[in-house]
Every structure is written in C-alpha cells, then in structure tokens.
C-alpha cells in the first residue's frame, strides 16, 4: 500500500518549506566477532555524557544545535495541530480532579496522604490525627518546584515516632537523588544532604539510622548507605557493597516493620538480607545465596519467614515458611504449593492474615489466608479485562486490606476489605469532573493467534456505536519485557481517541508475565522475537476480525516498548499507519555493547550479552531497530527523547530519526520530539505530562484523518 493510502490526510499539508534535520555522516567502525559495523551518527552521543545528566547545559554546541532543530522542525510540521493539542490537553485535564486527594493511610497515632492543590502540579504530602483533627502539611512539592524546570519527589520515609521526614529529589531528570530530612515539629530541614543516591530509604527504629540506596560512578545502584542523623554524610557506613555491576540493589521493609530487606538483583536471580530494625548496629542476615534463574521474596510472621520462591521447579511460584534462627533453603517448606499457570504476583504477611496476588488465565484475583486455620477465600470481578492491585499500606496488626480496581471503561476503585468478615467498603472512586458513563463504551478481551499456535490475549477499548467494519483506526500499545505485564486498567487520556472514532488495544505480548511465567520466558534472551511477531500477530488478528484495516494502527511502545514497536515497524511496515516510540530503545546491538552504559550489564540476562558471546550478537543484531532499517516505505515516526535520560539516552532515538530519515523511502513524517529538561519519565508535574500526550494524540489523529473531528 503507498503512503498516500495509508495516510488519507496528507501530512504533508504542513508546511512543506520546512526542510527537516540532516545529520552529517561521520562514520565510526568497530569489529565484533568478525563482523564489521558502521555507525555514521554515533557522534550524537556525547563524550561527557555523565557529566550532562548532572548539568544539561553541558552538552557540547553540535549536538545540542541538532537537538533543536529537530524539536524545532517537529513544532513547524505540527504546527497545524495546535488548537488539536491544546483542546485535548483542556479535555484530559478536566478529567482531573485537580484538588484530589488519596485516601489516608493508618500508621499509629497519625494517617498519611497525599493531595493537590487546584491549579497546581505537584503533591503535598499531608498528615492528620487518625480519627480526625487538623491538617499538617509536611511537604509542598510546589514550594520545592518553584524556580526549576523539573522536580520530581523520588519518596518519602518517615522515621517509626513520626518525628522526622527523609525525602528524595531529582531536580534533573537523571534520576539522580537527592535526600533531605525535615523536623517535622519544626518544619525546617537539617543539615543532612545524601547526594547521588536512588531514591529509597528506610528507617531503623533508632530515629537516628537511615539507609538509602547509593549509586557508582556509572549511575548504577550498587551500595546500601547507613546515615547517622546529624553526621556528615560523608562519615556514612557501607553496610553493603554488590560486587557485580550486573546487579542492582533494592531497599524495602518486611509488613512488620522487624526488617529492613536488602535485595540484590539482575531480571532472573536475586538474594536478599535482612537488618534488624532493632539492631541496625548488628551484620545483616543473608537468606539463601544468589543461585542462577531462583529467585525469591521474604515476608515475616512471628518466628517464621514467609518465602515466595521459584525454587523447586516452582516456575510460577509457590510460598514456603522458613524458620527466623534458620531460614536458609534447606528448611523451606511448602505453604502454598506450586500451581503451573497461576503466577504468584504479590505475597503480604499482615499479623493474622497472609495475602497473596496472583494471576491465572491471564486475569488477576486476590486471595486471603488465615494463619491460625489456613481457610483461603479470594477476591475476584467479573469483567472480562480489569486491574487488581494491594495498597498493603504501613500497618501490620490489622484486618483490613486495601486494595485497588478499575477496568479499561471502570475508573479506579479503593476498597477497605475486613480479611475476617469479609466486608468491603468503597472508601473512593476516581473522579472524572467532566463526566463519564462507562455504559457508554465497550471492553473486551480477545486472543490473537500467533505463528506458532499460541494466543495472544488484547484488551480491547472502543465507545458504543464505533463501526466494527474495518474502518475505524487503531491504537495498538505493547511492551512486552522484563516479565512487566501491562493492566487493562482506567485511563482518562485514551477517551479523547477512542471518542474521536479510534479503537484502543493492548497487546499482551510475550516477555511479560499475563499467561504465567513462561509468557516472560518465551519472550526474552533467545526466544525475543516472539515479542515482535506476536505483536504483529496481535495486529493482523484485529485486521481480521473487522476492527481495522492493514495500514490504519498506530502503534505505539515507550522504552523497551519503543524497542518492539522499532522492531515490528523493520518487519512488518505495510501494517502500520504510524508508529509513536516513546524514550525508544531503538540502538539495542551498541548499548549492549557498551558495558560502561547504567543499564548495560543487568540487561545482559534479558538480551543477552553480544561482548562475550558471538551467537548473542548476531541475535540481538537481527532485531536491533537501529541495525535493520532498509530503504522502503515506513509510516508516519513520532519519537520522544530526553536529554537527561540514564535509561534510554537521548542519542539512541536521535540516531534512529536520523537513519529513518536518510534510508526511507517515500515522504512520510519522521519526526523527534526532545525534552531539553527531562529524562526517561518526561515532563515533571501532573499537568505538563499531559501536554505531551495531547501531542502525541494529535498527531494520531492528524495522520488517521481525524483532526478535524469534534469530541464526541
């Protein structure tokens, strides 16, 4: 199909004067395995990039002068959408309701939440005595934000007797934190200033013990940090150093609050430890050693440790118990066996009550345990596509549950549910101020078949009376990595398409976890085409079905997503009306051969490594979006970038535009939209996101021919 049928709009209405980017060609080569590669832009990639994530203005004169150019070339070709985008954006933000607030979480003598101001963009983090009384305001994320391009709260930990905040800021986007703690009966800070850390702290029940996260020289969370409060943080204790660069280390708490649990880890083996919040004087207590592909999760119960592990041949998890003196593998033993199909998600030890949320033919449920009596009983909707999630909150010794629901037509839904009388009370519903009837759209769940004979579940969006004739366009998202699975939940953007004529679909393709662990397994290192075809098999199916046509879906993926819709745009180009790649991990082959990278080594075991391994290369090398674009008809490209992003890096889609633009053929739109102030997340503040998705969607809308349609 030419460009012309696949774009019954004509883009290229937009002022055709407007010349786009040519980046020189400046070829740098290197041999792998005996294979010569070329690489003529990999001058965009900045020699003192680290140094950028720090301090933006950096950034040598060339390539931020080509930067512009293509944001600025982006602004001219869309310029005829930008009553489009601003009357999206006012529609998306009066979905909002902009002095919301979360429903308070107990935690001793005080409840915690969050809320917004009208008008503004960014959280105040709020506390009031439980069971009433006045208001105190611990944290203005505006007050912070004044004066800086982006803010963004990283978290927040106060210490056990509610004295002292510690908060994490990244003013950048690198994601480069920064703690603070805050009297909280003075409102001040104190001295105290952690810097390049990620974000988590935890809290010993000294209220003088901190431990954070610290990053290395290259960006990459490898140490656990323990600050003393009113010590120079130069004078901090490592408490634990992870030798491998290709793990990662996560901090967090046991329900009980007894431990601190630090977690090392890469996408398929971890170990964890624990510190006594008691003692945070005494060594910390490893649990079972890293074993290559097990990995496992701790709860605590009194004497016991409550294990969720896939040892065993557990592929999809079960739960053990472990004595606390004892708690090495050796003595785990079964509490809830392993069940192939039903993936174990999410396990909490409450004192009385163990929850687990778990997965099975592709639909979440929550199931209750009573320890004293082991009586299950689980929580469960009857939608054929819907989101579940545990909102397990701060306390321990409790009956109530909270937890989360909505659909893709359902806004979303906290229930408090009594795990003993089984009573469920609505405590909020998500407010859409400008209206919304979900009896006025329609959501279903279909399964694609995939060239091997597996099926690929969709979770379909559309609004009543959407002609189901093969007309309609459609908006195809998929990810597919990581074992992430991606809900069919509520969303207050995609109504803006799906009521101007588009149907909204989610693949849930292999390589995360909808249909088990396997789905994960099936989708990652060798078997990581199947990502690709499946979503093109998702694509052809809805073809098939009438709910489009071939060359009317804009697909659409962010990060590793942009990687499988790169990917799928190199395989199947004719399929697609557009694609919209946001932060794209397009430049797969290099990054992976560069072991100097923030997220190089850990991804090694989700895509292999090409340095070490030749059969790697040449795998990663048949995909990798950058590396196989041919010179043919591609459809309409909207990339996003961000300059301070330490996942994705700017260059790798400015690269990818580059080369599109030079080797396609045809005059489809190639555009690249750059966040100068931002990083992988984009936009700070609630508001400002939206403006990017506002233009994402016009240009969805521009090129299916659809601009000029009112709201429905």
Known sequence: MDAAARNPSKPTDAPTHVTPPKAKKQPV???????????????MRAENWQEVMRDPSLLPAEIRAHLEAENAYTEAMLADTRELQEQLFQEMKGRIKEDDSSVPAPDGPWEYYTRYLTGAQYPLVCRRPRG?????ILLDGNKEAEGKTYWQLGGTARSPDHKLLAYAVDDKGSELYTIRVRDLETGADLPDVIINTRGGMAWANDNRSLFYIRLDEHQRPRFVGRHLIGSPSEQDIIV????????????GYTQSRKFIVIDAHDHQ??????IDTDAPDEPMRLISARQTGHEYGVEHHEDQLIITTNSGGAEDFRICTAPLSAPGMENWKDLVPHKPGRLILETVAFKNHLVRLEREDGLPRIVVRRFSDGTEHAIAFDEEAYSLGISPGYEYDTTTLR????????????????????????????????GHNPDDYVTKRLYAPAPDGETVPISLLYRKGTPIDGSAPLFLYGYGSYGISIPASFSISRLSLVDRGFIYAIAHIRGGKEKGYRWYTQGKHKTKRNTFTDFIAAGEYLVSEGYTRRGRIIANGGSAGGMLVGAAVNMAPDLFLAVIADVPFVDVLNTMLDKDLPLTPPEWPEWGNPIESAEDFELIRSYSPYDNIEPKVYPHILAYAGLTDPRVTYWEPAKWVA?????????NLVLLKINMDAGHGGASGRFEHLREIALSYAFALKVAGLAELPSI
Request: with cysteine; hydrophobic share 30%; net charge negative.
């Open 240 to 251: 634990y150093h992870e030798p491998n660069a290709g793990f990662y280390v996560g901090l």
């Open 132 to 136: 009433g009384g006045p208001e105190q």
């Open 29 to 43: 080569k290197s041999v792998w395995h005996g294979v010569e590669l070329v690489d003529e832009y990999a001058w």
């Open 403 to 434: 937890f989360t629901y909505s659909s893709m037509t359902t806004p979303a839904q906290v229930f408090d549910y009594d795990m003993e009388s089984r009573d469920r009370v609505l405590r909020k519903t998500q407010e859409v101020p400008s």
């Open 269 to 274: 083996t971890n170990e964890c430890y624990l």
């Open 659 to 667: 080369r599109l633009r030079d080797r396609k053929l045809g005059d």
